[in-house]
């Protein structure tokens, strides 16, 4: 008999000590030469700062393979002693989330497509009972993007533009906006 | 490719977990998404996952009764369980965190403001990784009840917050686990918001004689089911 599900909760207010007291934003050293600073904030429905959201990333390194023995392209380089792929940044007072990490290669997608280079994005919050889920793509792919499966599975285009970071300061900028007329665009698995 | 759904309409899952928009529970109102969802095509990006807490995990970090110079206050207890994926399968290896409140009902958290003691020796949070059969252990105290302000007269009943990765991005799940018998069951939008009675079931722990050690401490046994990678045809992917 297969065994049922057991159902989410909240991560509610207090989960910072557990959580987020280790910095895990930082999934290369900001030195690193292809180094890039992810910055954004996370809005509610009113348009105000949600200061305590986790944010947590999950990508493939910059040849584009993940570092899970699950990924078996042994093609690719991995390098799962200096590049794990994941990255925890808890929303600050202002609602300020981070990460400095690489930009992820292609991956391959459904029925032999490839996917443009992205990462995996889950939100929680008090207020949340279930995790959302995102993607950020990136805004120097425009071609690749354009190709997407994912992305071009989104019919309104301006909604599916919600999920291109933005060149901001020499870094990306990638705002999460939970409800409202700028909702992102987020995910059922 | 399929088109975006409402959530979960169709999904036989759909009393299991919660929505995202429950009302009763306040906090959801302005949190909650209102577009449609977008069906996302499994592939490696969700089907692969962070192996995240494989790294040196303390040896006091899964006893929150020793991490401190003095013993805590409260009623020392074990909690265990395994950790399965949907096909039963033990998910090995696997990082479990957890945080709670103090026997009183106080979290550690700057902005918990519940006038109840802090107990300088206990911190409240702990992890562990899951055995080659799913097994995880905790020691710690059982935590109280705890005042919040959803509503007039709102307690949350006493609960442990437990944070899994599982073996796949999808696999990721927080969650709580609650006590049997608790009367502020039918009181609480959060454990509520859960539609299916017995998917809330699930959410509360046994008390397991097993797992009690004599003249020490009483044992909770909890199992815990993710979601698996589900098979993925990986020649897809090559």
Redesign the interface.
């Known amino acids: 008999m297969r065994p049922e599900p057991t159902p989410s909760q909240t991560i509610g207010p207090f989960f910072h000590d557990a959580l987020t007291g280790e910095d895990r934003s930082g999934l290369v050293a900001p030195d690193h030469p292809e180094a890039v600073r992810i910055e954004g904030m996370v809005f509610d429905g009113a348009g105000e700062p949600v200061p305590d959201a986790m944010v947590e990333i999950w990508q493939a390194n910059r040849a584009g393979r993940y570092n899970d023995r699950i990924d078996a392209r042994e093609d690719l380089p991995l390098d799962p002693e200096t590049f794990s792929g994941f990255g925890r940044s808890g929303t600050d007072a202002s609602g300020r989330f981070s990460f400095i990490t690489v930009k992820p290669g292609p991956v391959p997608g459904p029925e032999r497509s490839l996917q443009a280079p992205h990462i995996m994005v889950s939100v929680f919050a008090r207020g949340l009972l279930k995790r959302l889920v995102t993607r950020i793509y990136f805004p120097d792919e425009q071609e690749a993007n354009a190709y997407d499966p994912v992305l071009s599975s989104i019919e309104d285009a301006d909604f599916g533009s919600t999920l291109v970071a933005h060149e901001d300061e020499g870094g990306l900028r990638f705002d999460i906006h939970l409800q409202g007329e700028n909702q992102t665009a987020f995910f059922e698995l | ?5 409402s ?2 309409v169709s999904d036989a ?1 759909r009393e ?5 928009l ?1 009302p009763d ?1 306040v ?9 449609p ?16 807490g494989r790294g040196p995990i303390g040896e006091l970090d899964n006893d929150l009764t020793r991490q401190h110079e003095g013993e805590p206050l409260g009623e020392r207890i074990i909690v265990t369980g395994r950790v ?1 994926d ?3 399968r033990p998910v090995r290896n696997s990082l479990i ?3 709670q ?1 103090n026997a009183a009902g106080r ?3 700057k ?2 403001r519940h006038p109840a003691p802090l107990d300088p020796n206990f ?5 562990c990784l899951t055995d080659d059969e799913g097994h995880y252990r905790f020691v710690t105290i059982k935590p109280g009840a705890y005042p919040w302000k959803n509503h007039d007269n709102a307690w949350r009943p006493a609960h442990i ?1 437990l ?1 899994l990765f599982g ?4 696999s ?5 686990m609650y006590f049997p018998g608790d009367p502020l069951f039918e009181h609480d939008p ?1 454990f509520h ?2 539609r299916d009675e ?3 079931r ?2 509360i722990s046994t008390f397991d004689l097993e797992a009690t050690r004599p003249e020490w401490a009483l044992g909770y046994r909890f ?5 698996g ?1 589900n098979a993925t045809p ?1 020649e ?3």
């Not at chain 2, 911190?123 to 992890?127: D, E, F, I, T, V």
């Open positions: 490719m399929r088109q975006q759904s959530e979960r899952n299991v977990q919660p929505p995202y429950y529970y906090a959801t109102r302005l949190r909650a998404p209102k577009k969802l977008i069906i996302l095509p499994k592939t490696l990006s969700d089907t692969a996952g962070p192996a995240y399965l949907g096909n039963g965190e957890i945080w409140a979290y550690i958290h902005l918990d911190s409240g949070a702990g992890r917050h944070s073996e796949a991005f999808r990721r799940l927080i969650t709580q959060i918001s859960v017995k998917a809330r699930r959410m199992d815990i089911v993710l979601e990678r990986m897809n992917h090559k």
